[in-house]
Structure formats: structure tokens, C-alpha cells
């Protein structure tokens, strides 16, 4: 028996309801991080159900970063991760 966590962590990461340092909603600081639906209307109730923008950086180094804190913290017990 091995411990194992993760899984579908690009969806719990950047959770548009999750808040930020600055006590803000990611939504509420960066709608633009997710992808822009056919009819060019980004809304917070589909910002999951679009692909997130992989080509923003910012968005890419919040996702690296949290995902290290998850590895150096909750998960540091873990003999397997899945990402």
C-alpha cells in the first residue's frame, strides 16, 4: 500500500471561486485566465467548462506555484502523484 494523491487538480486549482491572497475571487482578478467560449462571453458559471489559456503566463506560474505548495505540503507524504 502506497499513499496517493492529486487527480484532477486543473480543475481544483483554478476553482473561479477560489480566493487569492488579496482576498479577491481568482474570477474577479483574472477572468482572462480562461478560455474564451464560441460567443466571445467569458462567464464564471462556464469558466470550467472552457479550456483555461495555457498560453498566459501568469496563469501558468499560479498553477506551477500551487501546485509545488501542494507537493511540499498537503501531499509531501504521498509515494504517488497524479497530475
Not at 488579496?22 to 483574472?30: A, C, D, V
Not at 483555461?52 to 507537493?71: P, T
Request: proline fraction near 6%; charge should be negative.
Amino acid at each position: 500500500m502506497y499513499p496517493q494523491a492529486g487527480g484532477h487538480i486543473f480543475e481544483y486549482i483554478p476553482n473561479p471561486d477560489n480566493v487569492l491572497p488579496s482576498g479577491r475571487t481568482i474570477w474577479e482578478e483574472h477572468s482572462e485566465w480562461y478560455g474564451l467560449p464560441e460567443n466571445g462571453i467569458r462567464k464564471k458559471e462556464n469558466a470550467l467548462r472552457t479550456q483555461f489559456c495555457v498560453s498566459n503566463e501568469d496563469l501558468m506560474e499560479f498553477l506551477g506555484a500551487a501546485l509545488v505548495n501542494l507537493i511540499m505540503n498537503e501531499w509531501k507524504d504521498a509515494d504517488q502523484i497524479d497530475v
